[in-house]
T-cell receptor, first 115, second 111 residues
């Protein structure tokens, strides 16, 4: 079964440092997403990406965040200057979305710990 | 009122029991609804989409009640392996593809 792959599985970084979280979506999917889940809390939408541009973003996705699909395969989330409250599990998801098939496939996540 | 709301549980049921969860949503314009399963510290996995007419997949049945703005998930003949957190997710307005998740309902199936 096709998978969404995320690397690294766990990243520890110092406050103020930049991090890049990487995702390889399922190859024939067209819609890509980043969500995050702070420990014990809800899964929260960050950003969606379609046709090489951001289609929606939440209030969480401020100027510290950016996304890129540099090579048609990888889909990255960059956090420019990490804060303690950025510590969370970050999930990438992709979606094919046809008339008969929709719903996300999530990657296994990157656990980001900001110290 | 929270956008998508679920009873956090836990629901403790014996093996073989039938259990049902509800999820309420606040935006009447919502069009797409889903149930996901999340195991501890893992990613959400799509369990089923929820169609207007209701749908069934094996032991799992999902229903949508637009008038009262809730979706439900029924699990029959519970297995130990059904123990997980069940998340409902709603596309708030179908203008985009983002999902708003509920906080999840925890199910524990005991022998």
């Amino acid at each position: 079964e096709p998978e969404v792959t995320q690397t690294p599985s766990h990243q520890v970084t110092q406050m103020g440092q930049e991090v890049i979280l990487r995702c390889v979506p399922i190859s024939n999917h067209l819609y890509f997403y980043w969500y995050r889940q702070i420990l014990g809390q809800k899964v929260e939408f960050l950003v969606s990406f379609y046709n090489n541009e951001i289609s929606e973003k939440s209030e969480i996705f401020d100027d510290q965040f950016s996304v890129e699909r540099p090579d048609g395969s990888n889909f990255t989330l960059k956090i420019r200057s990490t804060k303690l409250e950025d510590s969370a599990m970050y999930f990438c998801a992709s979606e094919k979305r046809t008339a008969t098939n929709y719903g996300y496939t999530f990657g296994s996540g990157t656990r980001l710990t900001v110290v | 009122r929270k956008e998508v709301e679920q009873d956090p549980g836990p629901f403790n049921v014996p093996e073989g029991a039938t259990v049902a969860f509800n999820c309420t949503y606040s935006n009447s314009a919502s069009q797409s609804f889903f149930w996901y399963r999340q195991d501890c510290r893992k990613e959400p996995k799509l369990l089923m989409s929820v169609y207007s007419s209701g749908n069934e997949d094996g032991r799992f049945t999902a229903q949508l009640n637009r008038a009262s703005q809730y979706i439900s998930l029924l699990i029959r003949d519970s297995k130990l392996s059904d123990s997980a957190t069940y998340l409902c997710a709603v596309n708030p307005d179908n203008a985009g593809n983002m999902l708003t998740f509920g906080g999840g309902t925890r199910l524990m199936v005991k022998p």
